[in-house]
Antibody, heavy 123, light 111 residues
Framework: EVQLVESGGGLVQPGRSLRLSCIAS????????MHWVRQTPGKGLEWVSG????????VYADSVKGRFTISRDNAKKSLYLQMNSLRAEDTALYFC????????????????WGQGTMVSVSS | NFMLTQPHSVSDSPGKTVTISCTRT????????VQWYQQRPGSAPTILMY?????ASGVPDRFSASIDYSSNSASLSISELDSEDEADYYC??????????FGGGTKLTVL
């Protein structure tokens, strides 16, 4: 079964850091671009960051650029999101998401979603 | 950067056809593919349509999508409405820098 499982969320104070992880199973992780998408409770979806299968394309939303870092470890079939200088507005459910097609030089539709890990930033 | 504007909500009765629009504020709608996702309460989103009008695997043909260049918008149509279609629907595209952009989402109510 193709699956993405996120972890690492929690309650953190403003200005602190948190690292999210996502473990993939059921597919060849290294072949696919991956993303983080977040959703504030009761609100819409916001794309956060994406990394290509070769890790040669890494992009961020303006709202997190300079504070968040996306990375991947293909040997561990894992995607990460290092979140620094957290703000209250970063409070959201963070989804790990897979590109639909393999070996792309760009990004694609999001065909596999994890169940998300909740990040709450509050003093 | 551009935005994708969706109606906040739409509704119709079972068996009817509803259409949800997604208007790109700047730049041509054809500049990048548009995708559509369905999110039921308490669940992660699932893909419905990709590359403007391609139906994802397992999605019934009651769902269809199109592009209207004159209004610079994409549309998702759902025919033969059923109560199980009650959900939030999101359009999504990319900008020229490969950054993802989501519409604000549309809540579909089946009356």
């Amino acid at each position: 079964e193709v699956q993405l499982v996120e972890s690492g969320g929690g309650l953190v104070q403003p200005g602190r850091s948190l690292r999210l992880s996502c473990i993939a199973s059921g597919f060849t992780f290294e072949d696919y671009g991956m993303h983080w998408v977040r959703q504030t409770p009761g609100k819409g979806l916001e794309w956060v960051s994406g990394i290509s299968w070769k890790s040669d394309i890494i992009v961020y939303a303006d709202s997190v650029k300079g504070r968040f870092t996306i990375s991947r470890d293909n040997a561990k079939k894992s995607l990460y999101l290092q979140m620094n200088s957290l703000r209250a507005e970063d409070t959201a459910l963070y989804f790990c998401v897979r590109d639909m097609k393999r070996f792309l030089e760009w990004f694609d539709a999001f065909d596999i979603w994890g169940q998300g890990t909740m990040v709450s930033v509050s003093s | 950067n551009f935005m994708l504007t969706q109606p906040h909500s739409v509704s119709d009765s079972p068996g009817k056809t509803v259409t949800i629009s997604c208007t790109r504020t700047t730049g041509g709608i054809g500049s990048n593919y548009v995708q559509w996702y369905q999110q039921r309460p308490g669940s992660a989103p699932t893909i419905l349509m990709y590359e403007d009008y391609q139906r994802a695997s397992g999605v019934p043909d009651r769902f269809s999508a199109s592009i209207d260049y004159s209004s610079n918008s994409a549309s998702l149509s759902i025919s033969e409405l059923d109560s199980e279609d009650e959900a939030d629907y999101y359009c999504q595209s990319y900008d020229s820098s490969n950054r993802g952009v989501f519409g604000g989402g549309t809540k579909l109510t089946v009356l």
